[in-house]
């Protein structure tokens, strides 16, 4: 099984919906009333933020789009979330809203075969997990103290500090065996565990699977740190990053062929120089079929390798400019939505797909 993030990155939320002829003072009330409201209603929540924050896919193609509607005054206030699942019709099968605080870390959603895993930290570092089936019933995860070795099917919730691992088969949630993981890791269909560890001088990518280590590859010079991590379709690539374990992306570390070879990939069409952002804008997915799939989100530019031996890429074309991107499967899936927080929509805002590697986009959701 391969696995995706969940959170799209970089997604800033946007003021309230508009009707037709209604004012941004209007808006801002509405705003203003959904983040208040003790128990807000989801079509309210959803109303308000205009674009999903993220989209998780199940197995049987339903969708689990994310909303959050925040006080844009202080890092502290009131604040709102939503999730909706929609079947692979288009029906909405259920939702639910809630109030909430601006201090608290919003829900991560990552899609399993029957339905979709809920990850949340509280303001006062408190975490939680549990799963939703694709008919928004609530199942019970289970904590084990015993740390688990990675299988296929597995997921790990690389937001949790450290890494938690979490297997669907019982819902049981773990601490992954054989090392701690702090920061970003991926896991591939084959149960193998791939992340950095920055314990050790130089940094080194590692291959681990049910809890053992099977290569440990330092992360070369001139590079000082490995960033965002992505493994499917035989192919693995961590971001090369310049200035520590926060700094600036400066191509990648490729192998296919199980980590017994690895290559820099510092060209290819993508303007590795013109990157000016760091980490944290990077957009880095590993598609089925082994191609890669790198963006960045300040910018709003997105490459693809042209085949999966991923030496050239290409510019995508997107209807509009998207200040999220991520994979699910074969689908990518762009959100439009405001950079900065603001009461007002940007034009063509909400969440589009395509099935075809970006060469079509269908916007989902579409209302008037």
Known sequence: MSVTSVALTGCAQSGARSNSGVGSGDREAAYKRVIKDPRPSPDAVIEAAGAPAGVARAGDGSLLLSYNVRYFG?????????????????????QQAWHANVEDQPDQYIGVRDGFVRW???????ESVYALDVRGKRHKATTSDRALGTRPGDIVLSEAMPALLYRPANRTV????????FGD??????????????????????????????????????????????????????ALLRGGPNGTVR???????????????????IPWQDLKRDLVFLVLRALPDGRLLVGETEEGRYWLADDRSNRAFHQLKTPVPFTSFTVQGKTL???????????????GEGLYASDDGGRTWRRQGKRG
């Open 74 to 94: 202080d890092d502290e206030g009131p604040a709102a979330a939503a999730w909706r699942i929609v079947s692979p019709a288009g029906r909405t099968v259920a």
């Open 251 to 269: 191509g990648l570390m490729v192998t296919a062929d199980d980590g017994a070879h690895w290559r820099n990939l510092t060209g290819g069409g």
């Open 185 to 238: 890791s991926a896991m591939d269909e084959r149960g193998t565990l791939w992340f950095v560890d920055q314990s050790q001088s130089p940094h080194r990518v590692v291959q681990q699977r049910d809890g053992r280590t099977l290569t440990s590859t330092p992360i070369p010079k001139p590079y000082t740190s490995g960033g965002a991590v992505t493994a499917a379709g035989g192919t693995t690539a961590l």
């Open 174 to 181: 773990a601490a992954t065996a054989g090392a701690s993981i």
């Open 120 to 126: 949340h930290r509280s303001s006062r570092g408190a």
């Open 333 to 347: 899936y762009g959100i439009a939505d405001a950079t900065t927080a603001t009461y007002d929509l940007v034009k």
